[in-house]
Structures are given as C-alpha cells and as structure tokens.
C-alpha cells in the first residue's frame, strides 16, 4: 500500500511554543519539513526555536544526527508573527492550553486562513475532537494528533478521529506521523482516547490499596516495579506527572463517562491537590522531595529460617519459576501435584495465587486456614520482589513458613494487609478489562491498545498480551471475584473477556 504521508516539501506549522509544541516542531523540522512556530506570547516562538536548536546540537554531539541534518533541521525552524503567516502550510498542529472554547475559537481562525487543503490538528491530550470540530464550517478537516511528552522522544503518536473527520485525512496523518518516526495508532475520540482512558486503573487500583491500608506508598510501588515490571510504581508515577494534571484527567475521564464507578477520582488525592501537595513540582506529594528529606523505603520482610517439608505442587507458570529457583539455590523440595490449584507446601503454609479474592475469604471457602496468597509478577523467574497475604484464620508459624520458603528462593518479601487481588493481579486485570472495554466499543484495536500503553506510558507488557499470557479465564475469575467482594460495578467484566472466556479464544486470536 502507498505511503499517503504530507511530502516533505508540504510546510507544517505548530501553534503552541510550549514544551509539547516545540518538541512536535523539532520532530517535524528533524523529518524535513519547513516548521512555522506560532505562540501568543511575545518572543515565545524565537525562544523556542533557540532552545530546539541546542537540542538538535546535542544530539548531534551524541552521535544521534549528523552535524550536516542538525544544522538543516534548525535551519527549517522560523518563527511566525501571526496567524496570517500560517495560510500556506499544509498541516496545521495545535499544542495549545486544554480548553475547549480556547481551541474552538483558533481553529475557527484557522479555518478561515489556511487553504481548503490544509489538514488542522489538535494535540488535545483530553478534550473531545468531535466537540472542538463542531465549530468549523469543515469540520472534518480536524484531526487529532495527539503526541507524548517530550514528543522527540516518545514513540507513540495517537491519531484521533471525532465523528466528523475526514477518513482520508486521517489516514495522511496516520502515514505521516510514521514518516516521521513515530508509531501511530488509530483511536476513536471517546474520553481519554486509548492511552488516558486505559491507564485510570494503574493509578486507581494503587489508590485503592492505600486507601484499604494493605501497604503504604513505597512498599506498593516497589512490588509493582520490582515483581510487575513496571518503571514506576503509581505513586512515584503520579507525583512526577503532577497531582493537579493527573487527577484532573481522571474527573474529566470520569466526569466524561457519566461517573461510571471504575473511574473514580480518589479522596486521598483530591487532599494532596486541596494541600497544595501536587508532586514533584511543588516539592512533596506522596513522598517529600525537599532538601534533606529522607525517601521512604518499602516494607520488607525479615530473615525467616527455611522451612521443612518444602514441596512444588503443579506445574503452573508460577510453581516453575519458584522450581528453578529452589533448584538454583541448591534448596532441596519435592514435586507433588496440585488438585485444588495450591503452588507450594512450607512447613505449616500452603501457598496459592491469588484469584481475587482475600486469603481469608478463599481460607474460609477452601477449609484451608494455613492458607497463604501470593501475587502476579511479570516474570516469576526473573523479579526480585512479591507480595504475600495470610488468611486471618492461619498463624505467625504459617507466615514465617511462607516467607522463609520465598526468601529462599530468592525473593525479597512485602507482606501486605490481606485485601482481596493484591497489587499486581488486580491492576493488570483491571488494565486489560479497560483496554478490554476500549476494543469492545471501537475506540482502537488490540494490537493498537497494546501498542499504545508499551510506548505511550512504557508499560513491560500490552495489557491485552498480558491478559492472554496470563490467561483470559483467569482475568476474568479474578475481575468477578473483586466485583463479588465489593459489590461494585467498578469491577465487572468486559463483554470482550467473557467472550473470548466463551469461545474458548485468547484476545488476540
């Protein structure tokens, strides 16, 4: 299929000089197009354009761009006056501030300036494209573009089509944005597009688990970085984004989706954002980033002695990876089956993943009451952490027993108050069921949610490919088990995964 990619001779302007849009200008200029930079403010765009040149410079210096393609790619950068100076461009991208009235009214001004064949798009990252469309006399001449920052860096590019878009146009910017380098996916404009929409549940299930008492801050973004795979837990994630940004997303995302209950804002986060207490940028959040403040270090549990009568039951993912690992360690256990879905005996602890529910309550339903649960990791082989919790019914003996066999195999151990799913479980059941949702009513695809949140958020692994590594059956026993236990709504499962579950399919077959 031919490329319908803007030739490179086409001029591209950026309205907006701000970090966004002066990265979505370097990464035009850096292609080959001549680059427009518009900003309100007196002497904004020049100052951009001086800053962008550095960059260019530095990648140069890197090794990254030859000195010859830096020099030429700034020299493609030029500051506009006005909007006038915007008639003959091609494509128009906006970076301008969120607000829907504000992005009506330049666009309108677009409209009336740039030639018919000039494509407008918007780099809202939240706003409806469809809403700021409508108040064009040709609104499928909008499209969103919406890019990641820093936009040179971040691979991912989603291509956003509100009712009216022109399909063509659309796709000469789906073509275009891979021109430039980037990976673009198709996404229909519902709240929060795919990326937004689909990472609620990373902060909101971690907010949840606050909010219970099953750990604090530290312990919970460690277990999610060093057994998830993540590159930040959601705390530390949501202090460097900024509360104010972040929480703003999810009342929109919420507010958008007529309070549906699986994206509601957290009490505990409206506080720091009422404190004044927004991340990072202000100096304290969930963690104290002050000079002189000491970071809080996660729960980990003390040396226990390795317990008798060590036995791997099963051959599930996880009882593998804790063989190997008690092989390596030079641990002596036997091999027995599992029946009843337990991973390991340890003296007086019988271990099993979780399923969603708490170890008191499968304890209780099982007859079990030694029972001990342990959670998801991305690679049981190779994570360094995991989150345990007992059944209220066992005893400190079952504990140690549980920890001991852990440590031995070489995990370092958060024991975390006994809620139902634990960390990693439930936030990657919970991220599938939304990306789930998402494929279900035609906002993207599969392969195009799964890309999305690998390079626009930089999970380890799509969460749809994850729920199929997992196993879409048990995605959904885990989802039906937290909906039971909390009698909420913000748990049911996707018409997407019970359909798979039925047909006996994974998501992406």
């Excluded at 970071?295 to 390795?306: F, N, V």
């Excluded at 906002?443 to 590594?469: F, Q, S």
Aim: glycine share 10%; hydrophobic share 50%.
């Amino acid at each position: 299929m031919s490329s319908k990619a803007l030739s490179l001779s086409t001029p591209v302007a950026v309205v907006g000089a701000g970090a966004m849009g002066a990265g979505i200008a370097q990464v035009a200029a850096v292609a080959g197009h001549p680059v427009r930079l518009l900003d309100n403010r007196p002497g904004a765009a020049e100052q951009a354009i001086v800053g962008i040149r550095a960059q260019l410079a530095k990648l140069a210096d890197k090794g990254k761009l030859t000195a010859e393609a830096a020099q030429a790619a700034g020299e493609r950068l030029s500051a506009a006056a006005s909007s006038a100076e915007l008639a003959g461009c091609g494509l128009v991208v906006e970076a301008i501030v969120e607000h829907l009235e504000v992005k009506r009214s330049l666009f309108r001004e677009l409209e009336a300036i740039c030639g018919a064949d000039c494509i407008l798009a918007t780099n809202t990252s939240s706003i409806s494209v469809t809403s700021i469309a409508a108040g064009l006399q040709a609104p499928g001449r909008l499209v969103g573009m919406h890019f990641f920052n820093p936009a040179p860096l971040m691979a991912l590019v989603e291509i956003v089509s509100g009712l009216a878009t022109d399909r063509d146009l659309a796709a000469v910017l789906f073509d275009t944005a891979a021109a430039w380098g980037k990976t673009p996916v198709r996404a229909k404009s519902t709240p929060g597009f795919i990326v937004n929409r689909v990472a609620r549940p990373y902060y909101a299930e971690g907010l949840r688990l606050l909010h219970e008492g099953a750990a604090d801050c530290a312990t919970i973004d460690a277990v999610m970085r060093e057994a998830g795979g993540f590159r930040m837990g959601p705390f530390e994630l949501m202090d460097m984004i900024g509360h104010d940004v972040n929480f703003a997303v999810t009342k929109s995302v919420w507010n958008a989706f007529y309070n549906d209950p699986r994206f509601l804002p957290s009490l505990i986060q409206q506080e720091l954002v009422d404190a004044g207490f927004i991340g990072r940028k202000s100096g304290r959040g969930f963690y104290d980033y002050r000079e002189g403040a000491e970071r809080p270090q996660p729960q980990t549990a003390a040396a226990a002695g390795l317990p008798a009568g060590i036995a791997v039951c099963g051959d599930s993912p996880l009882a593998q990876a804790l063989a190997a690992r008690l092989q390596a360690a030079g641990v002596a256990f036997a091999r027995r089956d599992s029946a009843d879905g337990r991973i390991a005996e340890a003296g007086a602890a019988v271990l099993f993943q979780t399923d969603g529910r708490s170890a008191t309550q499968r304890a209780s339903e099982s007859g079990i009451a030694n029972l001990v649960l342990v959670d998801l990791a991305l690679d049981h082989v190779k994570a360094t952490r995991l989150a345990l919790a007992c059944a209220r019914q066992s005893g400190t003996e079952v504990q140690a027993a549980a920890v001991g066999l852990l440590q031995a195999a070489g995990f370092a151990v958060s024991l975390l108050r006994d809620v139902p799913g634990l960390p990693v479980m439930r936030t990657v059941a919970m991220l599938a069921n939304e990306a789930a949702d998402a494929v279900n009513q035609g906002v993207c695809d599969a392969a195009a949610a799964d890309a999305a949140m690998r390079l626009g958020v930089n999970y380890p692994r799509g969460p749809l490919a994850w729920a199929d590594a997992v196993g879409v059956g048990q995605i959904r026993i885990v989802l039906a088990n937290l909906a039971a236990f909390y009698g909420e709504d913000r748990y049911r499962v996707s018409p997407l995964i019970q359909q798979a579950v039925y047909a006996g399919r994974r998501i992406h077959d």
